[in-house]
């Protein structure tokens, strides 16, 4: 079977992006000296990517799963919340 | 929205399995309901495997649901294989019994299932309002009054709110019913659907018509870390994904799309998919918790069933019977107080009173030190696929040995990898022994 990017998984999904990220860093600067910085291995879509030193969002390929949050808890440092009703991935298959 | 203003009986926050259920129930009944779902249809944000259970649904959706629902396929086959990197010990079992009406089990796609499901509560009279965020619980003195949805004027009041918004339940944490799930308490599942020809599915897994085979994955199957795989058979589409504790998952610093890749290219289960082309790239957590993982179930004015209580039997991959078997008995709780206006938190503890005397109260106790168990000893997916393989293996292989010589190299060979050899039968005893206690 053909092999697929993730960003080329992410393009058979069906979103409505949200104008605003439902995920925030509540204190960008805790996550400077965060050791694992867990978030940006266990997202299943990579949305969370330690770029130029700081961590970036990528809320718009985001599964909505709950596991950043889960990952992060120690250092409970992801505002996590839904997408707006009706907003974000939207299943076909489920 | 429609409902400004307005006063339910009943408010049910999510659409699936768990809250369906109740709101059909409870519709049914008479009661004035409303489900308020954030999807743009009931659906479109669920995920299971999935395999539907036809008995708990029956007793929702009534007898031969499956007639007019749209499920895959009947599961006739159910196979569990144990994988190494190079190989897999299978075990199959098929009976002509599963073949026959009522059926046992089904294999589904949740979006288009509960689109279904929501279309029966719709007509048994509740309103599903979708597209709908709710926010937080409203609370008066001790009393969960009604929900805030995101809708402007989006306050919904009603005598009872059931929470079957899923794992993450932020509803319930707002409430006070719950804390954060913990790492080890969740495993994240990832799932592939991939679109194959309906005849090349029939022959590759020797099934026809509407006939399902489910293959459960372990071992290698999660990298070595505490999870499982799976492969599902659907009408064109089969249902490939695996998952492990979010707890290992942080650890090994594996991605899980390359967990995925990983097990999508095993000499097993390539040549099953081979030619496949993914139609969507799923993640869901699943409760791991089992009887431990239960939290508050009730309070005044408010329940919360299915994912959202945690109720998952991941021994047996069952979840969506329990969240459908929950939803019945919240219903028959909230009924009940209906019946006495009394909506208290004594009242309506009687829920909590329906869930412990329940057959899936009884299974999550029987399986409750399995996560634990397995979580503590990786030797069961790394150490003993390996080793049930190469004994497989050694006494396939016919190259002019004995077979009295093989069985004494494979239990010598077997002995010597648990540790030391005045170590290792005891060892070895009290891996299995420990792991029968916890499943037995």
């Known amino acids: 079977m053909k092999r697929l990017t993730l960003e080329q998984k992410l393009f058979l999904n069906g979103f409505r992006p949200d104008t605003e990220s439902h995920l925030r860093i509540k204190d960008p600067e805790k996550c400077r000296t965060c050791k694992d910085r867990r978030c ?45 009703g009706g907003f974000g991935v939207n299943y076909r298959t489920g | 929205m429609s409902a400004r203003g307005e006063k339910f009986d009943v408010i049910v926050v999510g659409a699936g399995p768990a809250g369906l259920a109740a709101s059909y129930i409870l519709a049914q009944a008479g009661l004035k309901v409303i489900v308020i779902e954030r999807g743009d249809f009931p659906g479109s944000k669920n995920v299971m495997g999935g395999v539907l259970y036809r008995a708990q649904t029956e007793e929702i959706f009534g007898e031969g649901f499956y007639r007019e629902a749209p499920l895959e396929r009947h599961v006739v086959e159910t196979q569990a294989w144990v994988l190494t990197e190079q190989s897999a010990f299978k075990a199959v079992h098929r009976h002509t019994a599963f073949d026959e009406e009522p059926y046992n089990s089904f294999t589904v ?9 929501a279309s029966k509560v719709r007509a048994a009279g509740a309103l599903i309002v979708p597209e709908t965020l709710v926010e937080s619980p409203i609370i008066e003195g001790e009393q969960v009054v009604g929900v805030r949805t995101g809708r402007p004027d989006g306050d919904v009041y009603a005598d009872v709110v059931i929470a079957a918004d899923g794992i993450n339940s932020l509803l ?14 969740a495993a994240l599942a990832v799932k592939e659907v991939i679109a ?29 870390m505490v999870g499982t795989g799976f492969i599902y058979t659907n009408k064109d589409t089969l249902s490939v994904g695996c998952g492990a504790l979010v707890s290992q998952l942080a650890k090994t610093g594996i991605a899980p799309n390359d967990m995925l890749e990983h097990l999508k290219e095993h000499p097993a289960v390539a040549p099953l998919i081979e030619g496949g082309e993914a139609r969507e790239f799923l993640a869901h957590l699943i409760p791991e918790g089992g009887l431990y993982g239960i939290p508050k179930l ?12 945690m109720l998952v039997n991941s021994m047996h991959r069952e979840g969506s019977n ?17 019946e006495w206006n009394d909506f208290s938190a004594a009242s309506l503890k009687y829920y909590d009173q329906l869930i412990r005397d329940s057959w899936l109260y ?18 069961f997916f790394t150490l003993y696929p390996d080793l049930l393989n190469e004994a497989a293996r050694e006494m396939l292989t016919v190259d002019g040995v004995s077979k009295r010589v093989k069985q004494r190299k494979i239990f010598w060979g077997s002995l010597r990898r648990r540790g030391p050899l005045y170590l290792a039968p005891f060892r070895m005893a009290w891996d299995f022994f420990r792991a029968w206690r916890s499943i037995a």
Not at chain 1, 67 to 73: D, F, G, L, P, W
Not at chain 2, 109 to 117: G, S
Not at chain 2, 322 to 338: F, P
Request: charge should be positive.
């Open chain 1, 40 to 84: 940006t291995t266990v997202c299943p879509v990579n949305a969370y990517r330690w770029e130029n030193d700081q961590l970036t969002v990528f809320a718009e390929g985001c599964l909505e799963c709950g596991t950043c949050r889960i990952a992060c808890q120690e250092c409970d440092n992801i505002e996590w919340n839904y997408p707006r």
């Open chain 2, 362 to 379: 009884r299974d999550l106790r029987k399986y409750r030190n399995m996560g634990r168990f397995f979580e503590h000893n990786p030797q």
């Open chain 2, 298 to 309: 009730s309070r005044a004015g408010m329940l919360v069933i299915g994912d959202a209580a």
């Open chain 2, 322 to 338: 329990l969240a459908m078997a929950s939803g019945k008995l919240a219903a028959q709780a909230v009924l009940r107080a209906k």
């Open chain 2, 172 to 185: 319930a944490q707002k409430a006070g019913l719950r804390k954060e799930v913990p790492a080890d308490q």
């Open chain 2, 109 to 117: 796609l949740r979006a288009k299932f509960d689109k279904w499901a």
């Open chain 2, 196 to 224: 194959l020809p309906k005849e090349v599915i029939e022959n590759r897994f020797g099934i026809a018509n509407d006939q399902g085979v489910t293959i459960e994955l372990y071992g290698a199957a999660s990298m070595g």
